[in-house]
C-alpha cells in the first residue's frame, strides 16, 4: 500500500513538470444571479431570483499540457426575494465556498472547466423555517455541495468567466400543517446560480 501511494505521487509530480504553462494565483471578482428552485407551495412559485455579489482567490496549476486544475476560496452573498410570504430580505445568504475545478485549454487562452464546489453557510437572514415546528427544529442547510461548469477567456493579465453552479443538497426543507385543507405542507429548495466575472492573474 505505502509503494503505491509512493508511486502514485512521483508520477503525480513528474506530470508537473511535463507542461508548458505557468502556475498562476488569481484574484476573483463577479456578480451572480440566484435562483432557488423550489417546490410548489400549495400551487404557486414564491421566490425571485436577485443578484448578489462574489469575491475570492484561487491558485491555477498545470497538470498536462492543455488541463490545469485550479482550487479557489471565495465569499458570496446570494439573493432571492418571497413573494408570498413577504418576509424582507428573507432570504438573503452569504457563503464561504471552497470550489476546485479541471480546466482544458480548448485554445490557447480560452478554457473550459468543470468541477465541483462546497458551500459552507456563515450567515443568513433571521428567519424562523422550521423541519419540526414542534422540535423548533431549523429548516436550513448549513452547507451546500454543487456541481460547476463553465468557460473562462483570457485577455492579458486579465480574465473573463462564466459559470453556472447546480446545487446538490435542499437549502432548506420545511414542513407544518394547514389546518385548512388539513395536509402537511413540504415546501424546500435547491440552488441553482450563474456567475459571471473577471479575474486578475499573478503569474
Known amino acids: 500500500m505505502k509503494e503505491t501511494a509512493l508511486l502514485c505521487f512521483i508520477l503525480f509530480s513528474l506530470l508537473l513538470k511535463l507542461n508548458g504553462q505557468s502556475k498562476a494565483v488569481l484574484i476573483n471578482l463577479g456578480v451572480n444571479k440566484y435562483y432557488l428552485k423550489e417546490s410548489n407551495y400549495e400551487g404557486q412559485k414564491s421566490l425571485i431570483p436577485k443578484f448578489g455579489i462574489n469575491l475570492g482567490f484561487g491558485y491555477e496549476h498545470p497538470i498536462f499540457k492543455k488541463v490545469s486544475i485550479v482550487a479557489a476560496f471565495e465569499f458570496s452573498q446570494r439573493n432571492a426575494e418571497d413573494t408570498v410570504f413577504n418576509y424582507p430580505n428573507g432570504f438573503k445568504f452569504n457563503y464561504a ?6 480546466n482544458f485549454y480548448l485554445l490557447q487562452n480560452f478554457k473550459f472547466q468543470f468541477g465541483a464546489q462546497y458551500d459552507h453557510l456563515i450567515f443568513r437572514q433571521k428567519i424562523n423555517l422550521y423541519s419540526d415546528p414542534n422540535l423548533k427544529k431549523t429548516g436550513y442547510a448549513k452547507y451546500d455541495l454543487g456541481i460547476n461548469t463553465g468557460i473562462r477567456f483570457q485577455i492579458g493579465a486579465f480574465e473573463i468567466n462564466g459559470l453556472f453552479n447546480f446545487g446538490l ?3 432548506f426543507d420545511t ?3 394547514n389546518p385548512d385543507t388539513g395536509k402537511v405542507n413540504n415546501w424546500y429548495a435547491k440552488s441553482r446560480m450563474f456567475k459571471i ?3 486578475y492573474l499573478i503569474k
Do not use: E, L, N, T
Open 97 to 102: 465556498s471552497f470550489p476546485i475545478s479541471i
Open 169 to 171: 443538497v435542499r437549502i
Open 175 to 177: 414542513y407544518w400543517y
Open 197 to 199: 466575472g473577471v479575474s
